[in-house]
């Protein structure tokens, strides 16, 4: 279980990681990578305290907050915008220019 739970961390992780490199430009990547760092580091500290609260309060509602934001996170990756066979942007002003066009 340990193991499991491990190298599921790790790839979640990669994914973080892979979208802050193919979606935000050279000039932020870095600042967004730490975002990303911050922002699971606050989940991981909280989901503890969610469980044990929500596992006190109904069995159903521990299973709901699961599936609930399994969903979120799901629908959210579906807008996440598609880099194939496109030039990665260099500068936040490439990326406002590109934006117009759509």
């Known amino acids: 279980a340990v193991v499991s739970t491990q ?3 790790s790839n979640q992780w990669m994914v973080v990681l892979m979208i802050t490199d193919e979606t935000l430009p050279t000039s932020v990547r870095t ?3 730490a975002i990303g760092s911050i922002v699971s580091r606050v989940g991981a500290f909280i989901a503890p305290f969610l469980v044990h609260h929500a596992q ?3 069995f159903f509602l521990l299973y709901g907050l699961y599936i609930g934001l ?3 996170g799901a ?3 579906w807008t996440i915008p598609e880099t194939k066979n496109k030039d990665l942007r ?10 117009e066009k759509l």
């Open 56 to 58: 006190s309060i109904s």
């Open 90 to 99: 260099e500068t936040i002003t490439q990326e406002e220019k590109d934006s």
């Open 70 to 72: 399994s969903l979120l």
């Open 7 to 9: 190298s599921t961390g």
């Open 75 to 77: 629908a959210l990756f």
């Open 31 to 33: 600042t967004g990578a």
